[in-house]
């Protein structure tokens, strides 16, 4: 990933082996996003800040299924973590969740 040397002359982070500052990012990341969107999605809340396309994507990744371990891993972050602040996010897996254990637990040669 390449961007502007005035970025990276700022630059506490690492992104992409480039070191940049957070708030050098923001004009940036807004002049992309005012190109990318409708007039209608530039003005809603809709990836407003750069955090919210984090926070989409992790928990997009635990809504999949993808376990929690390997979501942590490309976040960047610990497991316990990850948990606390995204298991508020996970829906709708209790069915499958369910199924997964009585496949787990069922003895062996029925069906499993």
Do not use: I
Not at 20 to 28: F, Q, S
Request: a positive charge; aromatic letters at 6%.
């Amino acid at each position: 990933m390449r961007l502007p040397r005035q970025l990276a002359r700022r630059a506490p982070a690492k992104v992409g082996g480039v070191l940049v500052a957070a708030a050098g990012l923001g004009p940036v990341f807004h002049k992309a996003r005012a190109d990318a969107f409708t007039g209608a999605e530039t003005a809603s809340l809709l990836a407003r800040r750069p955090y919210d396309l984090r926070h989409a994507a992790v928990s997009t990744w635990l809504n999949a299924g993808v376990p929690a371990p390997q979501v942590a891993e490309w976040a960047g972050h610990s497991v316990s973590v990850l948990l606390r602040v995204y298991a508020k996010c996970v829906t709708g897996q209790q069915e499958d969740a369910k199924r997964r254990v009585e496949a787990a637990t069922r003895p062996s040669g029925t069906g499993r």
